[in-house]
C-alpha cells in the first residue's frame, strides 16, 4: 500500500489491519495483557463484541472453536453495522478498543512501544480525558494530572495531587488496567500516589 493510501485510512481500520497480521503471525496459543486469554480468546471477544447484542460464555466457546484463522477473516471484514461504521464515532469506538487491544497482544509478546504513530497519540490523548477523569474520581480529594511529552496536561481535582507522566498510549494503558506494561512514572503528594495505587483504575 502507498503512503498516502496507508494515511488515508481509517485509524481503527488501520489498527484493525494490523491486529490481525499480528494475530496471524502469533498464533492462537501466544499470551496477551487480558488476564486468562490467549490470541485466540481476545479474537473471539473482538468478534462477539461487533457482532452480538450479548456476550456470554457459551457464545465465546463457540466463536473459539471456529478456530483463528476464522476469526481473523471476520475481523478483517470490518465492522458489520452501526455504531461502528459512523465516521468519527468508530474512531472513538473502534479506534481505542482494538487499539489497546493490540498493544495487549503486542506487549505480552515483547514489542515495544511504537514512536512511529502520531495518530494513536493524538487518539489516546482524547481518550485520556475521560479516563482520567474516571480515575480522578476514585481517589478525592486528591486530584490527578496526566502529563504527556511537549507539556501537554490533563488536570482533574485539587491541584497538587498524584502525577501520571508518559507518552499519551501510555497513559492510556496505565488507566485502563494495564500498569505493568505502560512506560509512565507516577510521582506527586504521598497521600494522593498511595490512593492512586489502591485505587482501581481500569475502565
Do not use: Q
Amino acid at each position: 500500500m502507498s503512503a498516502t493510501r496507508e494515511r488515508a485510512l481509517p485509524l481503527d481500520a488501520r489498527e484493525r489491519r494490523d491486529l490481525c497480521d499480528l494475530l496471524a503471525e502469533l498464533g492462537p496459543d501466544a499470551p496477551t495483557l487480558c488476564e486468562g486469554w490467549a490470541t485466540l480468546d481476545l479474537a473471539a471477544h473482538l468478534v462477539l463484541r461487533e457482532h452480538f447484542a450479548t456476550w456470554t460464555e457459551a457464545k465465546m466457546s463457540t466463536a473459539k472453536a471456529k478456530g483463528l484463522p476464522a476469526l481473523i477473516d471476520r475481523l478483517r471484514a470490518g465492522p458489520p453495522m452501526l455504531p461502528w461504521r459512523i465516521p468519527g464515532l468508530r474512531t472513538v469506538l473502534n479506534g481505542t478498543e482494538f487499539l489497546i487491544h493490540h498493544e495487549d497482544v503486542r506487549r505480552a509478546n515483547g514489542r515495544g512501544r511504537r514512536t512511529d504513530r502520531p495518530d494513536l497519540d493524538s487518539l489516546a490523548w482524547k481518550t485520556n480525558r475521560l479516563t482520567g477523569w474516571r480515575a480522578a474520581r476514585k481517589i478525592r480529594p486528591h486530584g490527578l494530572e496526566l502529563r504527556s511529552p511537549g507539556g501537554r496536561t490533563h488536570r482533574f481535582g485539587s491541584p497538587g495531587g498524584a502525577v501520571l507522566t508518559g507518552h499519551p498510549v501510555e497513559l492510556l494503558l496505565y488507566l485502563s488496567g494495564r500498569r505493568e506494561a505502560a512506560e509512565t512514572e507516577l510521582t506527586g503528594d504521598p497521600e494522593a500516589v498511595a490512593a492512586f495505587l489502591k485505587a482501581h483504575t481500569g475502565v
